[in-house]
């Protein structure tokens, strides 16, 4: 069944992306007009709306469910076939004018002038979500690894009864993330008159195709959240979820509104990797009044090796309870993690009353205002960690890894809008209302951004990023700091920007990434570190490399030839006619290039 899907993913799509003729780019556009530099025409053409590649991961759930003798339950190899008829989902004549092959489907041209064009990948077997375990999670993520570098975004369907669950442990499985991951389902199936599906997947794949946002979401009734803040609240509503401590990440309403500043990145400039292994010595145990010491005791003893406390209020049990609390002690001391959450739905603990501290004592540690779905799926992922030693180990589930929890500033962050500069700015422009200043800063910290990445000034960034400015801004063309200093070839302000979680995946108007700026400028160290924190070319540009490495090897571009290699490229690519760069070179005879192809064989494995 797999087998199916798979045909239909990034290679056949990429075939069937390449075989319509490819109409030039325009000699005297922007990007082609650049001097000394290797072709950015790889995007595509330009005058067209740029392709963004989405693979929909189903899991199962009611999305896809029909009525069976004892109930809903999924149905394999259903839903593509349903989705080629929902002209909403599918655009069938671009998809046959195009020449795509028939798994694949392509939403109609969105409002920011993009095609989405997604592949449908079924697990085997479909699940009802109660029936999902840690290996099914570690399965979804090891497709995740497999096609992270063929696809732009990711959407998993999944059903909503642990949807939250797996969104809270794929944040955590999924380790230096750079890309959009979403999950969505629905309360009806798609097939019914009346759904929430169609919904929820046009939401899900606009968002994952359109913006990157390196997290782990889930998107549900119109709303974006952070899919480890979420719970299910709802069983017969579409607004099934509620994110009570996180507002939502974004918000799609007439427009589809993203809150960048909410939105997490990871400070690493490390590749991505799954981590698959997760602990399942684990479970959560809910405190009431009059908890049995027996029963605490029993759920404490060996295998478990680490529980959610879910605790009343700010996070308090008795006090007055002296078994209950030995019993607690004596798990700690044998390394047992006690991590105390609340059971209320919105706040956080903290030390505030006697019966808090208490738990403190016995060796709890708090889990600050992180959902039991999360507490847990952090619970598991970091006592799989086996290379991390028992302090360390504490000292992470105290810590925010992936957003999960709030962590409060030790200095109240200076509020951008409350600045004397944007404030001056509108004082000028006779601007007083809250909303207005607000417009001002959006527009104005985009360009102050790139204006500093371009003229390498770090110590402006980090006072707009201590301002709370967001440094992956996209000015007016889509560009962001990343893209502008990559074309400038200052490292260290790249680094910085990384580390402050500039994404190697943005892609600008022209559907060019940080990495077509470096290869267009040549910047070679740029490359490396890019590539380093885990840029790569798309399969869009891998394909059409061909002709333009027989067109730099045709100039006896040695250099030209280089750069791409240095960026992921195949040098044995095919031009348009069927040759190699190679051959064009034995045809022209130009020794020096000859040479490289030689030297390429010894440097081999430097760039990959
Ligand atoms: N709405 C749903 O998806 C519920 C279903 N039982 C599931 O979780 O798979």
Not at 123 to 132: G, H, Q
Not at 211 to 236: H, M, Q, S, W
Not at 409 to 429: M, Y
């Amino acid at each position: 069944m797999e087998a199916a899907a798979l045909a239909a993913n990034g290679l056949s799509l990429a075939t069937a992306l390449s075989s319509p003729p490819r109409p030039a780019a325009p000699s005297g556009g922007r990007l082609a007009s650049f001097g000394r530099s290797c072709s950015l025409e790889l995007g595509g053409d330009y005058k067209g709306p740029v392709q963004v590649r989405v693979l929909v991961i189903n899991t199962g759930g009611t999305i896809g469910m029909v009525e069976e003798e004892k109930g809903l339950a999924p149905e394999a190899n259903k839903l593509a076939k349903a989705l080629k008829k929902m002209p909403m989902l599918h655009d069938d004549v671009y998809a046959k004018e195009s020449r795509f092959p028939d798994e694949t489907l392509v939403l109609p041209l969105s409002k920011q002038n993009k095609r989405i064009i997604y592949t449908i990948l079924e697990l085997s077997p479909l699940l009802d979500s109660s029936n999902m375990t840690t290996d099914d999670w570690a399965k979804i993520s090891k497709k995740l690894e497999q096609y992270y570098e063929q696809y732009d975004g990711f959407v998993i369907l999944h059903g909503t009864d642990t949807m939250a669950y797996t969104a809270s442990a794929l944040s955590f499985m999924c380790e230096n993330l750079g890309k959009t991951i979403v999950l969505t389902g629905s309360q009806v199936p798609i097939y019914e008159l009346r759904n929430d599906g169609r919904a929820n997947l046009l939401g899900a794949l606009l968002i994952a195709g359109q913006f990157v946002i390196p997290e782990v979401c889930l998107y549900f009734y119109n709303k974006l959240y952070r899919g480890n803040r979420v719970t299910k609240v709802d069983a017969g509503s579409f607004d099934a979820f509620s994110s009570p401590n996180l507002p939502p990440l974004a918000n799609a309403e007439v427009d589809i509104t993203i809150n960048w500043e909410t939105v997490w990145r990871a400070d690493t400039t490390q590749k991505f990797r799954v981590h698959t292994t997760m602990n399942g010595n684990v479970g959560v145990l809910r405190i009431f009044p009059g908890i049995n010491a027996a029963t605490v005791k029993a759920f404490l003893q060996p295998p478990m090796e680490g529980i959610v406390l879910e605790t009343y209020g700010t996070g308090n049990a008795p006090s007055n309870r002296e078994d209950l609390l030995l019993e607690l002690k004596k798990a700690t001391e044998r390394k047992v993690v006690i991590l105390n959450c609340t059971q209320c739905l919105r706040g956080s603990v903290v030390a505030v009353y006697e019966t808090g501290q208490s738990l403190s004592d016995v060796g709890a540690i708090p889990g600050g205002d992180m959902t039991p779905e999360a507490a847990l799926a952090k619970l598991s992922y970091i006592l799989s960690k086996r290379d991390l030693c028992w302090e360390e180990k504490k000292k992470m589930l105290s810590e925010n890894l992936r957003g999960e929890m709030t962590v409060v500033p030790r200095e109240a962050k200076i509020c951008l809008k409350d600045t004397k500069f944007i404030q001056v700015i509108a004082k000028s422009l006779s601007v007083s209302c809250k909303e207005e200043l607000e417009a001002i800063r959006d527009v104005l910290i985009p360009s102050l951004a790139c204006a500093a990445a371009k003229i390498g000034d770090i110590g402006a960034l980090a006072a707009i990023r201590e301002m709370g400015g967001n440094l992956s801004c996209e000015d007016y063309d889509g560009r962001t700091p990343l893209h502008i200093a990559s074309s400038e070839g200052n490292l260290k302000l790249i680094e910085y920007l990384l580390t402050y979680g500039a994404s190697v995946h943005a892609k600008d108007m022209f559907g060019a990434t940080p990495l077509m700026y470096a290869v267009k400028f040549r910047q070679l160290e740029v490359i490396h570190l890019l590539r380093e924190t885990g840029a790569h070319l798309s399969s869009q540009e891998v394909e059409n490399i061909g002709t333009e490495l027989c067109r730099l090897a045709a100039n006896g571009d040695k250099e030209g030839l280089y750069v791409w290699y240095l960026a992921g490229a195949n040098l044995e690519q095919t031009g348009y006619d069927g040759r190699t760069a190679f051959q064009i070179a034995e045809a022209t005879g130009h020794k020096a290039l000859l040479d490289f192809f030689n030297e390429m064989k010894i440097m081999k494995g430097y760039a990959k």
